[in-house]
T-cell receptor, first 112, second 114 residues
Framework: DAKTTQPTSMDCAEGRAANLPCNHS???????VYWYRQIHSQGPQYIIH???NNETNEMASLIITEDRKSSTLILPHATLRDTAVYYC?????????????FGGGTRLMVKP | DTGVSQDPRHKITKRGQNVTFRCDPI?????LYWYRQTLGQGPEFLTY????????KSRLLSDRFSAERPKGSFSTLEIQRTEQGDSAMYLC????????????FGPGTRLLVL
């Protein structure tokens, strides 16, 4: 699976949009971009994933560049409860038994 | 709550003791994964099952570690002769094969070896 690069940490004001970038310049055509987050002392929580097109769900939006070499996770109105470590992962979808390879993630601090 | 449960949530043991953790996946999920997470790091893959078959093991899974999923439902992870370096969060995730196989994680079991 392709390696990802994320900033180590970011701050965001409560109520503002949080934009978390991820670089995955070696991504292959059949690899999806997944985002998980981990709130302190809890298990990782699935947020969203996508292949080529932008995706949106009740939690977030995922914007993938046309060349697929980078993506941005957008939390439209960050709250204090969004403070967490956010992991960007690329992996082959529809592949038997493909484990998730986590990097260091981005520690997002939402401030009042 | 993702529907994946783990027990116990916390375990403190003395070096050299054996410990066993349990994971109950989402009921219709036939694939089950174990990960380990040490402080300040992302989770690392240990092993995974499809139904009752253990299909892949990481080199992190030393011979003191054993995992089972006897009936293709819940799974157990046992660590024999625990060492201080085994102190970590042990995470379980499950998914249903076919489709895009999003993995859903349990709350984890935090192990402290004294």
């Amino acid at each position: 699976d392709a390696k990802t690069t994320q900033p180590t940490s970011m701050d965001c004001a409560e109520g503002r949009a949080a934009n978390l970038p991820c670089n995955h310049s070696t991504i292959s055509g059949n690899e999806y971009v997944y985002w998980y987050r981990q709130i302190h002392s809890q298990g990782p929580q699935y947020i969203i994933h996508g292949l080529k097109n932008n995706e949106t769900n009740e939690m977030a939006s995922l914007i993938i560049t046309e060349d697929r070499k980078s993506s941005t996770l957008i939390l439209p109105h960050a709250t204090l409860r969004d403070t967490a470590v956010y992991y960007c992962i690329v992996r082959v979808g529809n592949n038997a038994g493909n484990m998730l390879t986590f990097g260091g993630g981005t520690r997002l601090m939402v401030k009042p | 709550d993702t529907g994946v449960s783990q027990d116990p949530r916390h375990k403190i043991t003395k070096r050299g003791q054996n410990v066993t953790f349990r994971c109950d996946p989402i009921s219709e999920h036939n694939r089950l994964y174990w990960y380990r997470q040490t402080l300040g790091q992302g989770p690392e893959f240990l092993t995974y099952f499809q139904n009752e078959a253990q299909l892949e093991k990481s080199r992190l899974l030393s011979d003191r570690f054993s995992a089972e999923r006897p009936k293709g439902s819940f799974s157990t992870l046992e660590i024999q002769r625990t060492e201080q370096g085994d102190s970590a969060m042990y995470l379980c995730a499950s998914t249903k094969s076919g489709g895009q196989e999003t993995q859903y994680f349990g709350p984890g079991t935090r192990l402290l070896v004294l």
